[in-house]
Nanobody, 120 residues
């Protein structure tokens, strides 16, 4: 089994900052990509940021320059530093981890979601 534990969401005023964390644990041999998706009410889930095992990153154009994704491979943890937050960033943010289990099976996993609300 693989478990993802997210933390760091909350309510912040526009222009403020938040940092999300997601720690993966369980039967993990190696982790490929880690990142964050978000889903606003009435909208589809969308990619926010992704980081590969080699450190390459990919961001949605709407967050480039404001959000930074990083990872600590020793802790199997991915972070999302969100600066200059806007009301349109309000959504439930989901951690995503693409990994190989100890017996060689690929597994794509989602966190439980954490609410980020940005007030104007």
């Amino acid at each position: 089994q693989v478990h993802l534990v997210e933390s760091g969401g909350g309510l912040v005023q526009a222009g403020g900052s938040l940092r999300l964390s997601c720690a993966a644990s369980g039967t993990i041999a190696s982790i490929n990509a880690m990142g964050w998706y978000r889903q606003a009410p009435g909208k589809q889930r969308e990619l926010v940021a992704l980081i590969t095992s080699g450190g390459s990153t990919n961001y949605d154009f709407s967050v480039k320059g404001r959000f930074t994704v990083s990872r600590d491979n020793g802790k199997n943890t991915v972070y999302l530093q969100m600066n200059s937050l806007k009301p349109e960033d309000t959504a439930v943010y989901y951690c995503y981890v693409d990994l190989m289990k100890t017996w060689g099976t690929r597994s794509q996993n989602w966190g439980q979601g954490t609410q980020v609300t940005v007030s104007s």
